[in-house]
């Protein structure tokens, strides 16, 4: 399922230009002296496109250094 979704050419724009919104932000928080910032991303029923969304955002800032800790709020909760 998550191949499917980050392979959407949808997706890859969306990730394309988050992704390096969210490390100008991070650059910016660091220099501020602030310890970490947090990101939400949703969908409809936080299963499947959140989730796969998430992970590779998290997967890509953690390519760039960046400290990433993703967690999932509606998974499991059937």
């Known amino acids: 399922m998550a191949d499917y979704v980050k392979l959407r050419p949808s997706a890859q724009t969306f990730l394309d ?3 390096p919104m969210l490390e100008n932000v991070a ?3 660091l ?5 970490f910032m947090t990101v939400a991303i949703g969908c409809t029923g ?3 496109r ?3 969304m998430t992970e590779e955002i ?3 800032l953690r390519a760039h250094g960046i ?6 709020r509606d998974l499991g909760r059937e």
């Open 46 to 48: 936080g299963k499947h």
């Open 31 to 35: 220099t501020e002296g602030k310890r």
């Open 27 to 29: 650059g910016g928080y």
């Open 67 to 72: 400290d990433t800790r993703a967690s999932h």
């Open 58 to 60: 998290a997967a890509r």
């Open 17 to 19: 230009q988050y992704v």
């Open 50 to 52: 959140s989730v796969a």
